[in-house]
């Protein structure tokens, strides 16, 4: 049975057969559920807790509001 990744960017769950896999030179591997998280990631260099639209930082600031 395949197990459903988690977005490296924004946290989103990713289903199987679905999302991009992206392996760096050091064998760092990143799954991303679009190529906008990917893009945001890689080529742009965004932090996902800066980036509202992302799910990990919703996430955060609702634990840290209870």
């Given at each position: 049975m395949l197990r459903a990744a988690k977005c490296s960017f924004c946290n989103a769950t990713i289903e199987p057969g679905t999302g991009i896999m992206y392996v760096k030179r050091d064998g760092?591997?990143?799954?991303?559920?679009?190529?906008?998280?990917?893009?945001?990631?890689?080529?742009?260099?965004?932090?996902?807790?800066?980036?509202?639209?992302?799910?990990?930082?919703?996430?955060?600031?609702q634990a840290r509001r209870r």
């Open positions: 760092t591997v990143f799954f991303f559920c679009s190529g906008k998280c990917r893009k945001n990631m890689l080529k742009l260099r965004r932090k996902p807790a800066k980036i509202k639209w992302a799910k990990k930082t919703r996430e955060e600031a």
